[in-house]
Each structure stands twice: as structure tokens, then as C-alpha cells.
């Protein structure tokens, strides 16, 4: 089979849909009460409007604005031993992967050009994963 622009581009778009309808069939469930882990259930469950609320009732009283928040948040928060972007990359969670990855610092982002999907790790429908922050 020859490998095309066109193909690949179906790969993706595929894998895409793949981790997006993956996602669907998954329930986060924080481990605790916390501020940090309520954080972490919000933005994996792709929830913006949750998330920015999080972040302006609980940011520390040095960072003023939202973009700050998100910052300083993407790099101190660990969701299940990963940070917050990364978390919500895992899980499919774009609309909050992408407001916390323009926001973060350079050395938490991650690069939108490139994509490396497994389509081989699936999880068994009606999934539960309990988060915690760290």
C-alpha cells in the first residue's frame, strides 16, 4: 500500500475520532475533595467553563488574570502523575487541552503538529478512572 498525504491525514482524522468516541465511554471520578483534583475532573471532562471558574476562585493571590492562573496551574498541577496538558491530551479533552496549551509555559506545551495516537490501548466501555492531584 503506498503511504499518501491523503492517507495519513485519514489515519488521523480516524484516530481522532477514535480517542473523541473513547472518551465518551469514560467516567472520571475525583479520588478527593481538593481543589486541585476537582481541577483536574473538570478539565479531562473537557469542561472550559468549569475550569476557568476553578481557577478564578482559587488562584493564588500573587497571579491576577485567567491566563496567569491557567500558567502557573499547567505547570504545578499533576493530575495521576501527569501534568495537567498532558492529562488532557490523554484523554481526548481538546477544548481544555487547547486553552491550557496557548496558555502554558513553553516547556509544558505540547506541539500541535505532532500526533502520536495508540490505537491499540482501548478501554473497556463504561471505564471509571478515579483522578487525584499530586
Known amino acids: 500500500m503506498k503511504i499518501t498525504p491523503l ?7 480516524t484516530s481522532l475520532f477514535c480517542l473523541n468516541s473513547m472518551a465518551a465511554n469514560v ?20 469542561d472550559v467553563s468549569a475550569m ?12 491576577r488574570d485567567l491566563s496567569g492562573q491557567a500558567r502557573m496551574a499547567a505547570s504545578q ?8 496538558v498532558e492529562f488532557t491530551a490523554q484523554y481526548g479533552a481538546d477544548n481544555t487541552f487547547n486553552y491550557l496549551n496557548r496558555r502554558a509555559r513553553s516547556k509544558y ?9 495508540d490505537l491499540s490501548k482501548t478501554l473497556a466501555p463504561n471505564t471509571v478512572i478515579v483522578v487525584s492531584a499530586n
Not at 7 to 13: N, R
Not at 77 to 84: D, F, M
Open 7 to 13: 492517507t495519513i491525514g485519514s489515519l488521523l482524522t
Open 52 to 63: 476557568k471558574t476553578y481557577l478564578r476562585r482559587n488562584a493564588a493571590n500573587s497571579v
Open 27 to 46: 467516567t472520571f471520578v475525583a479520588k478527593d475533595n481538593s481543589i486541585a483534583t476537582k481541577l483536574c475532573v473538570h478539565a479531562v471532562n473537557n
Open 77 to 84: 498541577i499533576k493530575c495521576n502523575n501527569t501534568n495537567l
Open 109 to 117: 506545551r505540547i506541539d500541535n503538529n505532532v500526533e502520536i495516537i
